[in-house]
């Protein structure tokens, strides 16, 4: 069965971290430039504040692979193998349901309620049926038009063939979902901490 690889990175979250890292690039300048002892006393909590961003809307992404999924988030990365998905949902983010638990997916929450003032019912065609809740319904977050429905409904559709197909007849494998600790970021992030509260307190 093929399958085309599909990586997700939000746009307005790729933005949003360089704008942070520029702004904060400049006030490292500033600060030296205008007293040396300031710039050191002060200059961890902007490079807190640069790090900070790079990993809140620059790091998460989301990656459908033939095999799995990967989710990359702020402080960890999950591999989820197609078998041990036990649902999808939307409610405030992108939600992998598993057997080892839930994984929410940070490069896709639910749109804001301006995105889902302007949905129609054109917006649900097509919506998977294991989308729908115990009554029926559909939330604004599964639309196809919104990043968390679209890439939902991307998920469920590969996820109900690999089903009927017979794919998951072997059983789950334990092992095979894992989870990784981004021990860099919480070690940079950690350190910068423990130096801006040293530089205020000096």
């Known amino acids: ?3 085309q690889e599909v990586l997700y990175r939000p746009v ?3 933005i949003l971290a360089v704008v942070t890292v520029v702004v904060c690039a400049f006030g490292v300048v500033a600060l030296f430039g205008s007293d040396l002892v300031a710039g050191i006393r002060y200059v961890w909590s902007i490079l807190l504040v640069a790090v900070l ?3 809140v809307f620059w790091r998460p992404s989301l990656r459908v692979q033939e095999h799995g999924i990967t989710v990359e988030n702020v402080l960890r990365t999950h591999f989820v193998p197609w078998p ?3 649902d ?3 409610r405030f983010s992108l939600t992998l349901h598993t057997a080892a638990g839930k994984i929410n997916v940070w490069a896709a929450p639910a749109p804001g309620r301006h995105r889902t003032l302007g949905l129609a019912s054109k917006d649900f065609d097509g919506v998977a049926d294991s989308a729908r809740g115990e009554l029926g319904g559909l939330r604004p977050a599964d639309a196809l038009t919104v990043p968390s429905g679209n890439l939902a409904q991307l ?3 590969h ?3 690999l089903r009927k ?3 998951f007849s072997s059983g789950i494998d334990p092992e095979a979902q894992t989870t990784t600790w981004h021990v860099a970021t919480i070690t940079a992030i950690a350190g910068l901490a423990v130096a801006t509260v040293v530089g205020l307190l000096i």
């Open 1 to 3: 069965m093929s399958f």
């Open 12 to 14: 307005l979250g790729r």
């Open 53 to 55: 961003a790079w990993a």
């Open 84 to 86: 041990a998905i036990t």
């Open 88 to 90: 999808v949902d939307t």
């Open 155 to 157: 998920i469920r559709g």
């Open 159 to 161: 996820w109900e063939r």
């Open 165 to 167: 197909a017979g794919a």
